[in-house]
């Protein structure tokens, strides 16, 4: 079986890259993106099995993808990834829920490794049906 398509966006080339780097190791085949007009594209093209979205980003924001991908009628998992408040996490984790989208996490920055794949291994079982 084919790997699921994680796709990922952060403005932090480091951070992407670690991102990434779990994703590969946890059984996924990771697109990272760095722009909004990126993450539409490669998410219409490519229709992901699962997205990681950092919630803040210069000229744009997290709430408006995850809009986007309530708009897209997508199902699969969103994982929130960002150094924000907990506050601000919960509340777009309640946004991405009351939009009807399938909500992951919230993961606040910075991320250890072994939670993100702890929990990416978990989205992952949840995928292969």
Do not use: C, H, W
């Not at 398509?5 to 994703?23: K, S, T, V």
């Not at 229709?47 to 709430?63: I, N, S, T």
Request: glycine share 6%; net charge negative; no cysteine.
């Amino acid at each position: 079986m084919s790997q699921p398509r994680l796709l990922l966006i952060d403005d932090e080339p480091r951070l992407a890259e670690f991102l990434a780097n779990a994703a590969r190791s946890s059984g996924f085949d990771p697109i990272v993106t760095a722009r909004d007009d990126e993450f539409r594209d490669s998410f219409i093209k490519s229709r992901p099995e699962m997205v990681a979205l950092d919630l803040g980003m210069p000229g744009m924001d997290g709430v408006e993808l995850t809009r986007f991908l309530a708009e897209q009628d997508y199902r699969g998992p969103v994982l929130i990834v960002s150094g924000f408040d907990r506050r601000v996490l919960e509340s777009a984790f309640r946004l991405g829920e009351t939009l009807g989208l399938n909500m992951a996490g919230p993961i606040e920055k910075p991320v250890r490794l072994e939670v993100l794949e702890e929990l990416l291994a978990k989205l992952k079982a949840t995928l292969v049906q």
